[in-house]
């Protein structure tokens, strides 16, 4: 099992996106969508953040599994101590 | 057999070179790990010592022994030293540097210098905290509460900081080493469900150092940043909130005590199917439970902050969660048990440490189920209950699990065997000193003689008085293993290639290993724990 | 991992004794990466929790104080940057397919590239320092609340922004020149032809740095610069 070899066009149709998307987060922010702006935005970034994953750092490409299950994982306790920690401060003034 | 006086020493990782600079250069896995041994006993005497101190002050009632302040820093730098410098190591460093890959039959660690590195980084901050502790010390308790820790408290804050921040990066680089190790380098024919559970519990470990380790290091940068530039991040007086330093203080530090329980759990499941002469019931089970405390321990960290001002809709979630993440720890309790019914034992130095763990670890673990429950929290939080909670579960558990590893690799380790009789004599002085310790202190803290505090009401002297002399006893247990397990490295019976006729790839190559392991790289076609095809050992185990 | 040619590999320079075959090095060293930016997710992410509670509670405050910060210069980076990834991936492609001087050109492009988001941020740190937005004695931040002109912003507040502001694009700077490290030391390697198409692992895994990198400033540049710019 050899490192895939990503053709150029690939790499260069990624990197446009991601400054097409940059431009598009840019200009959104200064449009009036209520509290979807900040949806829009980490939409787009996540957008842009999978692209790089995917395409750029391989994992698209790549046989080796383990690879995938580290990064979801990471995500997942990232999810982790945000989504608890954000359940105190949500509902403090609940009480 | 001849101890000694033998003709021609075989080459092992020991001989093979001498000097100090091939110790303190070394990628030997093996070396590395004797180089931990060195460094978590020296840090072990120093918590010890600040230990005895506390000790000694809570003989009387009045504060007479030391100064409010000094006591403060006495039992803040006894927790950091036993926390950071000897259990998070202690296992992994020592046992898991020196077997993990003996066990799954390789040759060395993925990555031998990140290993040294690991070590170097270690020191560094053990140089760093103990030149904090003669020049001043720290008083805000190892838990680093904050404002107090970031704005009021005039000792060396920042420095016990940074040394904490660099000990986490040795934490990292040795789990981060054991994970790759673990999925890379197995032998051919060591499946998955081939490993011993001591390194099923070792990967649980590695996987929570990786996770937990970065958010400690990060909080500790912006308590630094914080007591430096007075930023208000966690000062309530400038729109902070001292809670957040909670929140991301115990997201890393619950899962830590996970840290050091897990591979104390890895050796115990090595010692009683071997003590047993019996497979390990339900090895499965086992393996699993390993991952189930390592993902769940990191859901609970908020019931260390059940009255400090959370939510009471979080705290019942985690409160709920708390309980779900002894379910895993029972389920070991019951296949070690389980394992042993019906088994013939042997009550071997490192059996009677297992034994112990199993005991006082179920204590400990099921007196966390009292503190998991919200109202029962309330009276006894921060009080001598929740100290004697912890202390059964690191030291009736983990170092007891440490000694008996210590114990039965003993002979891998040195090559020689240490005397017998005095092993379970210390065992047996370390248990129940231990017990003497520690079970007062469950008394008290339901009593309501709070932690921290250096006075206390006459009516818990008794008590306390009992506590000391427990401790005093325990010094003594631990102190023995030291001087025989020296001793042994010179007069001790050389060891066989396995004296205790245990399972394991490590015990199929020479007492000491050479330095690349293995004179053959084995390939492995047959399942762990095979003790129904593993003959006893032909020579008893007698008292040396 | 039984039958698998290793003769030739195993006479690899670049082999290590502890390894069987250059493919069993390989993975194990592409997984250790992989594994330290886990760690590195953990480590940004406990400041991105810190940020998100107090952008959670102090909300106007935090708008106010993110349209302090020049979009421009900010959007400019961010194109930095994934200009740098764009340059990485074809440097490592050009070790795949052996070619020395395209690996060369392309890392020195990346450096350059690297260099220019530094020099960026130092004029906008510059620019915050002029205008007492530093946190610290000299913390002034005069502004009202967006959609309020009556009412000015708290200081305290916008402090913590500014506070982890600096904390974060802070540390991200630190990793960035750590990055420009790694890559100057890679830029001389390859130019000395270390990296051919069996054996460019430091190239693979440094290039997994400078994308992780580059994934935290595209998460920082709309939570740091873009929280309300409605006006």
């Given amino acids: 099992m050899s490192e895939p070899i990503v053709p150029t066009i690939t790499n260069v149709a990624v990197w446009l996106t991601l400054l097409v998307l940059t431009g598009v987060t840019a200009g959104v922010a200064f449009i009036d969508l209520g509290p979807f702006n900040t949806v829009v935005a980490l939409v787009i970034a996540t957008v842009k953040a999978l692209l790089v994953v995917l395409i750029f750092m391989h994992v698209k490409y790549t046989s080796e599994k383990l690879v995938k299950v580290v990064v979801i994982s990471a995500i997942f306790f990232l999810a982790l101590l945000l989504g608890l920690s954000l359940a105190d401060y949500t509902t403090r003034l609940l009480m | 057999m001849a101890t000694a006086a033998i003709t021609a020493e075989r080459e092992n990782y020991l001989n093979q070179e001498y000097g100090i600079k091939s110790w303190l250069l070394t990628v030997d896995h093996k070396r590395i790990a004797l180089l931990y041994l060195l460094s978590i006993t020296f840090f072990f005497f120093i918590g010890g010592f600040f230990a005895l101190l506390i000790r000694l002050e809570l003989l009387t009632p009045a504060g007479d022994l030391v100064q409010g302040d000094t006591y403060n820093k006495l039992f803040t730098m006894h927790g950091q030293v036993m926390v950071f410098f000897f259990l998070i190591p202690s296992i992994p460093a020592v046992l898991g540097n020196f077997l993990v890959p003996l066990m799954i039959g390789a040759k060395d660690l993925a990555f031998p210098r990140i290993n040294l590195l690991s070590w170097y980084l270690y020191i560094i901050a053990g140089i760093l905290m103990l030149h904090c502790m003669l020049t001043g010390g720290v008083d805000t308790g190892w838990t680093f509460y904050t404002p107090f820790s970031t704005a009021f408290s005039n000792t060396k804050v920042i420095e016990a900081g940074l040394a904490i ?26 499946t998955w469900n081939r490993l011993p559970l001591f390194i099923w519990a070792h990967y649980a470990t590695s996987i929570i150092q990786l996770l937990g380790t970065p958010v400690i290091a990060v909080t500790l940068v912006l308590v630094v940043l914080e007591r430096a530039l007075h930023l208000g991040i966690f000062d309530p007086t400038r729109g902070g909130d001292p809670l957040l330093f909670q929140h991301l203080f115990w997201f890393y530090s619950h899962p830590a005590v996970y840290i050091m329980i897990l591979p104390a759990m890895g050796v115990v499941t090595e010692i009683v199917p071997c003590f047993s002469r ?49 379910v895993p720890s029972a389920i070991k309790v019951f296949n070690w ?22 005991g006082l670890f179920t204590m400990g673990g099921l007196t966390g189920l009292f503190l998991a429950a919200l109202g029962i929290d309330v009276h006894v939080t921060d009080t001598y209950f929740v100290i004697a909670h912890f202390h059964y579960i690191m030291v009736g558990g983990a170092v007891m699990g440490y000694l008996g590893g210590m114990h039965f690799w003993w002979p891998k380790i040195s090559g020689r065997m240490y005397p017998e009789s005095l092993g379970r004599l210390a065992a047996l002085i370390v248990f129940l000193g231990f017990n003497l310790t520690f079970f007062p202190q469950f008394i008290l803290g339901y009593l309501g003689m709070p932690r921290r505090y250096w006075q206390y009401p006459p ?59 293995f004179d053959r790289p084995p390939v492995v076609d047959w399942e762990a724990y095979d003790y129904e095809n593993i003959p006893a050992p032909q020579e008893a185990r007698s008292g040396g | 991992m039984a039958d698998r040619p290793i003769a030739v590999e195993q006479h690899n320079p670049a082999l290590k004794h502890h390894f069987v075959d250059m493919e069993q090095q390989r993975e194990a060293s ?202």
């Fill in chain 2, 165 to 190: 921040f660099i000990s986490g990066f040795s934490s990292i680089l040795t789990g981060l080493n054991f994970v790759v190790t673990i999925h890379r380098m197995r032998a051919p024919g060591m």
């Fill in chain 2, 278 to 326: 019996k497979r390990i019931f339900g090895y499965k089970f086992v393996a699993l439970s390993s991952i189930s405390i390592a993902v769940f321990g990191f859901l609970v960290w908020a019931h260390h902050m059940f009255v400090a001002g959370i939510s009471l809709y979080s705290a019942l979630i985690f409160s709920a969660l708390s309980y779900l993440v002894a």
């Fill in chain 2, 337 to 358: 048990t389980a394992t042993m019914y019906k088994g013939s034992i042997t009550f071997s130095t490192p059996m009677l440490y297992a034994f112990g763990f199993i």
């Fill in chain 2, 459 to 517: 009516e818990f002297q008794v008590l306390n008085v009992l506590s000391t002399a427990g401790s005093t006893i325990l010094a003594v247990g631990y102190l023995l293993p030291m001087v025989y397990f020296l001793w042994s490295m010179r007069y001790g019976k050389v060891a066989p290639d396995n004296p205790w006729g245990a399972s394991g790839l490590e015990w199929m190559t020479s007492s000491p290993p050479p330095t690349f392991n």
């Fill in chain 3, 30 to 231: 592409s997984l250790g990466m992989w594994l330290f930016l886990a760690t590195e997710i953990m480590f940004f992410g406990g400041m991105f929790c810190a940020y998100l509670i107090y952008r959670y509670w102090y909300f106007p405050d935090f708008a106010a104080a993110s349209s302090s910060l020049d979009i421009t210069l900010g959007t400019a980076n961010t194109a930095v940057l994934i200009c740098s990834s764009l340059t990485v991936v074809m440097a490592v492609r050009a070790a795949q397919l052996g070619k020395r001087q395209q690996q060369v050109v392309y890392l020195a492009l990346t450096l350059v590239l690297g260099l220019a988001f530094l020099g960026i941020k130092g004029i906008e740190w510059t620019s915050k320092f002029k205008e007492h937005h530093i946190p610290g004695p000299t913390f002034n931040f005069e502004a009202s609340l967006p959609g309020h002109p009556d009412q000015p912003v708290d200081q305290h507040h916008a402090q913590l922004f500014f506070s982890l502001y600096f904390a974060m694009t802070g540390m991200h700077a630190l990793h960035m020149i750590i990055g420009v490290a790694i890559f100057t030391y890679l830029l001389y390697r390859a130019w000395k032809g270390a990296y051919t198409p069996e054996y460019h692992t430091p190239l693979e895994n440094s290039g997994l740095y400078w994308h992780f990198v580059d994934i935290v400033w595209i998460y920082l540049f709309p939570l740091l610069y873009l929280i309300d710019r409605k006006k």
